[in-house]
């Protein structure tokens, strides 16, 4: 216990030293923030729901980035500098370092969501019940697991480079697709159909919805539930195949 | 007798390509062995094998009598792999705590710094701003971080300068004046020759010796004798000379192996052949190697 303890710690300060952690968790979603709530009028009817509906969006769109970049990035550079070779002979269990892996992500999740949640309060009073405040973290928290599992499947790629490119498309295609950007009801229909079938989609209406007063709808919780199965079983295919070589 | 390594008639391959075929050896509690042979002699795989990274596809090896993979291995070995392994975004402090957090019994940080030459201003750097020679130093920091009983080294003085390789092999023996079991791979036939009490050679997937030095050399660099012949001799005449184990040719000169040089000079004379600038040399390990190694090239006829 002590042992992961200790590796959670490392690889926590691991990801506060990354700049791009920084800067695309942390800053670029406040920013966002700051900007559709504040700055450009979007004409909504009413504020206060807009201000807790985006940053929802802003909230889930920090973590879903460092759940695919941080992540995926993270393991192509472990591998490529020889470090994942070099833990395979010490002590230290497989399972006890992908778990210490997955903790301290959720650890730092856990950390970006209070810090964009506090900006929100900041920036705009933004006032939640006590109930409402801990479910959205929670499903923010719980309903990241298919990006972390697209992580791991950015993780099997043989490039820092090419992991780093297509992750940074992939995510952003997400976001924008779907809704975190704008919301869904602005696209065409036909798109609305689409985009509703997205993980970036459910993963942010689940959010939209608790702040609205609801709960999330079935259909996410089960789309969610479906591509994490996917991804998963994706991404063990293809370091399975990688082993056998 | 305590074997600490055992190999028990290893095979892998390739796309088909015999990368280790059929190796067998058992190695004993405080040797110090090398591995040698040329590149793609199946060292590297031998190596990965023996530490349970890679599954061999016939016959089975063991540590201390043990699956390597089990936890009660691992804290009792320690290696440092060909390319070097870093975790970025930490200093080498912190991985130096880290992994010394894996062990039950690990050797302190400053024992650590003095074994492998890493400085106190290096300590403070991260992982990924070291160069090249410091990132070395704390791999081996980390392959010692344990206090392993049995080390692996794959090709340790790939990229260092002549200083730095010669405070490496001072710790290694070091450390098996303190009982240390150490393997290392080479293509330094030097290395091999000066650090290693036995060397098991490599050639294709195949052991081709496995001895002491001074044995190898005994038994694989006869003594040769060698000379300029002005027609283009064939080479059985060369044959029929007494005690020859083997004749080749490189370039202009024809070589003669034998165990007793003197008898074969005795014949040279008496045939008078059209021969001149006649050699005779004492084997050094580096021509058994060539020797070993070149097989497939060597002209013949």
Redesign the interface.
């Given at each position: 216990m002590?042992?992961i303890a200790?590796?959670c710690k490392?690889e926590m300060?691991?990801?506060l030293?990354?700049k791009y952690f920084v800067f695309w968790s942390l800053f670029m979603p406040i920013l966002f923030y700051y900007i559709f709530t504040r700055v450009v009028n979007t004409g909504t009817a009413d504020q206060e729901a807009w201000q807790a509906h985006y940053l929802m969006s802003m909230t889930t769109f920090s973590v879903m980035g460092s759940s695919i970049m941080s992540l995926g990035i993270r393991l192509v550079?472990?591998r490529t500098?020889?470090?994942t070779?070099?833990m395979?002979?010490?002590?230290?269990?497989h399972t006890a370092y992908f778990f210490a892996k997955m903790a301290s992500q959720t650890l730092i999740h856990l950390f970006s969501i209070i810090v964009i949640f506090l900006a929100g309060v900041l920036i705009n009073d933004v006032s939640l019940s006590a109930g409402v405040w801990t479910m959205s973290a929670l499903w923010i928290l719980a309903a990241s697991a298919p990006f972390l599992a697209l992580g791991t499947l950015v993780g099997t790629m043989k490039r820092v480079d090419t992991a780093s490119g297509v992750s940074n498309v992939v995510y952003m295609v997400l976001a924008v697709s779907g809704g975190m950007w704008m919301p869904v009801e602005v696209f065409p229909d036909l798109m609305q159909r689409i985009v509703k079938w997205l993980p970036s989609y459910s993963f942010g209406n689940g959010a939209w919805e608790i702040a609205a007063g609801n709960l999330p709808g079935i259909s996410s919780i089960l789309i969610l539930i479906g591509y994490s199965i996917l991804f998963m079983m994706f991404s063990n295919y293809i370091r399975r195949k990688q082993e056998a070589? | 007798m305590n074997e600490v390594v055992s190999v028990q008639h290893v095979s892998k391959s390739?796309k088909n390509e015999k990368a280790v075929d059929d190796v067998s050896f058992g190695i004993q509690a405080g040797e110090i062995v090398a591995i040698l042979g040329p590149n793609g002699a199946g060292k590297t795989t031998t190596i990965l094998m023996m530490?349970?990274?890679m599954e061999p596809e016939a016959g089975f090896s063991t540590l201390f009598g043990s699956n390597p993979k089990s936890?009660k291995v691992?804290?009792r070995?320690?290696?440092m792999?060909q390319?070097?392994?870093?975790?970025?975004?930490?200093t080498c402090r912190?991985i130096l705590?880290?992994?010394r957090?894996?062990?039950p019994n690990p050797l302190p940080v400053s024992e650590l710094t003095a074994l492998t030459g890493l400085e106190e201003k290096d300590l403070k750097k991260r992982a990924e701003k070291l160069s090249g020679g410091q990132k070395r130093r704390l791999?081996f920091a980390?392959a010692l971080a344990?206090d392993p009983d049995l080390l692996f080294f794959d090709e340790p003085t790939v990229g260092m300068d002549i200083s730095a390789r010669k405070s490496f092999w001072d710790t290694i023996r070091l450390l098996k004046n303190r009982g240390k079991t150490i393997i290392f791979t080479t293509h330094y036939l030097q290395e091999a020759d000066d650090v290693a009490e036995r060397i098991i050679m490599f050639h294709k997937g195949r052991i081709v010796a496995d001895g002491k030095p001074e044995v190898l050399k005994n038994k694989l660099a006869r003594q040769t004798v060698s000379f300029v012949a002005e027609n283009r001799m064939p080479l059985e005449e060369c044959w029929k000379l007494p005690d020859v184990k083997d004749v080749y040719r490189l370039g202009e000169r024809i070589y003669i192996l034998s165990d007793d040089s003197d008898r074969v000079l005795e014949a040279l004379f008496q045939h008078k052949w059209d021969i001149r600038n006649i050699q005779t040399e004492q084997g050094k390990l580096e021509e058994a190697f060539d020797h070993l190694t070149r097989s497939g090239k060597r002209e013949v006829g």
């Open positions: 002590k042992i200790a590796q490392a300060t691991r990801m030293r990354n550079q472990e500098q020889g470090w070779l070099y395979r002979i010490t002590p230290l269990s070589v | 390739f530490l349970g990274l936890r691992r804290e070995i320690g290696a792999f390319e070097v392994s870093v975790m970025d975004g930490l912190e705590a880290l992994v957090s894996y062990y791999n980390l344990g």
